[in-house]
């Protein structure tokens, strides 16, 4: 599975990490292939706790050895990245999701990404999730249907915003290791049971 998405701050490599670990507590074999060079948040944020339960690699450290009896790779990718390599990620990618926030300008700029991949042969791998959303209110709920009567596969999941989320970063953990982190956990469990039926 690869996340991308065009517009940054929409909760990429939150749910990046949250997918993978929720994977790996469900007894998976998942490695994080974090290919934000720049940033590369799914690495920072893993040096900053003792153990996440899954392994993440840079590109430069990916070996076919490191990655033969793995159950799961979950890509995060960099933020804004481009078309030609965006096409080419579909190509060697079972899922793409497409984080996106309940926002006008996140919605505008998900909608561009999809409907430049919609010309795709492979564009049946492409879904969103709507991210970031508040936790109270009905945004969430809004976009995600707004998306679907557009024809956009958009998971029914809504994974909201919760603190829980930034305390896990800082403390280089999973949201469900911090306290109040249930709800954050509740979300990301139940995507991870509706994109890989796990």
């Known amino acids: 599975m690869t996340l991308a998405s065009w517009k940054g701050g929409v909760g990429k490599s939150t749910l990046a990490v ?17 290919e934000d060079e720049r940033v590369g948040s799914g690495a920072r ?3 900053r706790g003792e153990t ?10 990916v070996k076919p050895k490191k990655l033969r009896n793995v159950d799961f790779v979950v890509i995060d990718t960099p933020g ?29 700029a998900t909608r561009s990404m999809v409907e430049a991949l919609r ?8 879904s969103c999730v709507i991210a970031r959303a508040p936790a109270v209110g009905g945004a969430g709920k ?21 603190n829980a989320y930034l305390t896990a970063a800082e403390r280089g953990c999973l949201a469900c290791d911090v306290r109040g982190g249930a709800s954050a956990w509740s979300d990301v ?6 994109l890989f039926s796990a």
């Open 18 to 34: 949250h997918l993978a670990g929720c994977l790996a507590r469900r007894d998976k074999r998942v490695v994080l292939l974090d």
């Open 45 to 47: 944020w893993a040096s």
């Open 52 to 61: 996440l339960g899954f392994e993440v690699l840079r590109p430069e450290d």
């Open 80 to 108: 804004r990245g481009g078309l030609r390599k965006l096409r080419e990620t579909l190509k060697r990618t079972d899922v793409l999701l497409v984080p996106t926030g309940p926002w006008v300008t996140e919605l505008d």
């Open 119 to 126: 010309p795709h042969a492979e564009f049946e791998k492409v």
């Open 142 to 162: 809004r976009a995600r249907d707004a998306l679907s009567r557009e024809g956009v596969s958009v998971a029914s999941t809504i994974i909201r915003a919760y």
């Open 189 to 194: 469990s139940a995507l991870t049971s509706e």
